[in-house]
T-cell receptor
Framework: RKEVEQDPGPFNVPEGATVAFNCTYS??????FFWYRQDCRKEPKLLMS???SGNEDGRFTAQLNRASQYISLLIRDSKLSDSATYLC???????????FGRGTSLIVHP | GAVVSQHPSWVICKSGTSVKIECRSL??????MFWYRQFPKQSLMLMAT?????????EQGVEKDKFLINHASLTLSTLTVTSAHPEDSSFYIC????????????FGEGSWLTVV
């Protein structure tokens, strides 16, 4: 089993739709969780950290489920500009080296 | 957020030559930086962990003599691709985490290397 797994997609949704991605991780000792966004031919950029109690930033909501070892990202009212690849990042405590999922591609169409 | 600058953004070089890529943390110090490679439509692949003042730690399958990493200060790491070949053409990205940031990672803008 890979350390961090994501459905590569693509998820093809109309503008205004709500879409959710999951990311599963295998290391139960993982401490830090993040969602990054990567546009084509660009570097990944931090979208949001994921906190144990869940957190929201505008149209984006992140959740952590430690029991089932997955994190999720929910995007409401999708915009065309949300089209990108969304990477989940899991970082174990101590060793500090982050592990990336392969990313989930989102395409929002008119 | 914190800023990581990478230079050059684009480079084209002849086969057999060496290319140096710089990664700088502009507004924070980082004892550790990471170097990644990403081929088109593929995921980021960690190449090595760059440690300030000591040798880099390379991932399995990455040739340390080909990809030379130097982390001379708390704000600068360099990756030198030696004797580059066309198959080394890729997107190289560095990242760093500010001390005390809770492992939040910030990426450089990336460097596109094309070897002809």
């Amino acid at each position: 089993r890979k350390e961090v797994e994501q459905d590569p997609g693509p998820f093809n949704v109309p503008e205004g739709a709500t879409v959710a991605f999951n990311c599963t991780y295998s290391n139960s000792a993982s401490q830090s969780f993040f969602w990054y966004r990567q546009d084509c031919r660009k570097e990944p950029k931090l979208l949001m950290s994921v906190y144990s109690s869940g957190n929201e930033d505008g149209r984006f909501t992140a959740q952590l489920n430690r029991a089932s070892q997955y994190i999720s990202l929910l995007i409401r009212d999708s915009k065309l500009s949300d089209s990108a690849t969304y990477l989940c990042v899991v970082s174990p405590g101590g060793s500090y080296i982050p592990t990336f999922g392969r990313g989930t591609s989102l395409i929002v169409h008119p | 957020g914190a800023v990581v600058s990478q230079h050059p953004s684009w480079v084209i070089c002849k086969s057999g030559t060496s290319v140096k890529i710089e990664c700088r943390s502009l507004d924070f110090q980082a004892t550790t930086m990471f170097w990644y490679r990403q081929f088109p439509k593929q995921s980021l692949m960690l190449m090595a962990t760059s440690n300030e003042g000591s040798k880099a730690t390379y991932e399995q399958g990455v040739e340390k003599d080909k990809f030379l990493i130097n982390h001379a200060s708390l704000t600068l790491s360099t990756l030198t691709v030696t004797s580059a070949h066309p198959e080394d053409s890729s997107f190289y990205i560095c990242s760093a985490s500010p001390i005390g940031s809770g492992n939040t990672i910030y990426f450089g803008e990336g460097s596109w290397l094309t070897v002809v």
